[in-house]
């Protein structure tokens, strides 16, 4: 027997100092190097897509 969600409740409690506290933590250079692992992952992907 198959289930059916018809409506899906999502509740998010942000809270504002710790997004403070892990951006002073990172650092300018570690966000930069994360960036530019994400921008080289993506492109991987696509070229992928396109071998296909």
């Known amino acids: 027997m198959a289930i059916e969600i018809q409506e899906l ?3 998010v409690n942000v809270n504002e ?3 403070e506290q ?3 933590e990172t650092g ?3 966000r930069n ?11 991987e ?5 396109e071998e296909r």
């Open 33 to 43: 190097s994360i960036i530019a692992a994400c921008v080289e992952q993506v492109l």
């Open 22 to 24: 892990i951006t002073n």
């Open 45 to 49: 992907i696509l070229s992928k897509k």
């Open 9 to 11: 409740h999502v509740r």
């Open 28 to 30: 300018s250079d570690n």
């Open 17 to 19: 100092s710790q997004g």
